[in-house]
């Protein structure tokens, strides 16, 4: 899942997108709302957290942007604790949740999830398909009999097949939703995953459509 996170203070915003890359997330930061908009225009996300109070265009004119352009994508506001006025502006703009400051990195990232789920029309916490299940809360997947826990990037694979199953997806769509700016990848980082996963899940868990990409079988 790859994520956008929109935020002009620089302590704030290195200790998110860390948390953010820890959880897995491929996490684009941006310090003013122009720069979020040209970002949004440039890659397609999953989710944008999305500071209020920013240089050059403050965080509802984004929003407000974002919504006209019928945008679908979940956004979760973050505002101050006292701010009700802005919380109830937000969500009229077309925010999905929002996130009080300060905020604890937990409940941010069990809001994320949450967004996300409702996004994918998805009721359980745990995504399944067929005899394939995966926890984003614990990182935990099975397939067959065996569960297992998986790193972080072989997580952010797994879940990117998971979220189209039956769709391909090529090596570049696979690298857009794990890694961000300025992450290094490797040329042959998808295979390197891919590879772990099975050896971990079986060789039948991910399937090879040659020289077009990857997918999960949609079961059923
Ligand atoms: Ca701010």
Known sequence: MRVLLVEDDRMIGEAVQQV?????????WVRDGVLALSALEAQSYDLVLLDLGLPRKDGFEVLRQIRSHDNPVPVLI?????????????????????????????????????VLRRKGGQASPV???????????????SFDDSTVLLSAREFALLQALMVRPGAILSRQ??????????????????????????????????????GVGWLVSKAG
């Open 78 to 114: 973050v505002t101050a604790r006292d701010a009700v006025e802005e919380r109830i502006r937000g969500l009229d703009l077309g925010a999905d949740d929002y996130v009080l400051k300060p905020f604890e990195m937990g409940e941010l990232l069990a809001r994320m999830r949450a």
């Open 127 to 141: 995504m399944s398909n067929g005899s394939i299940t995966l926890d984003p809360t614990t990182r935990e997947a």
């Open 173 to 210: 769509e696979l690298e857009d939703r794990i890694y961000g700016w300025n992450e290094e990848v490797e040329s042959n980082a998808v295979e390197f995953l891919i590879h772990s996963l099975r050896k971990k899940l079986g060789s039948r868990v991910i399937k090879n459509v040659r």
């Open 20 to 28: 953010l890359r820890e959880a897995a997330y491929a996490a684009d």
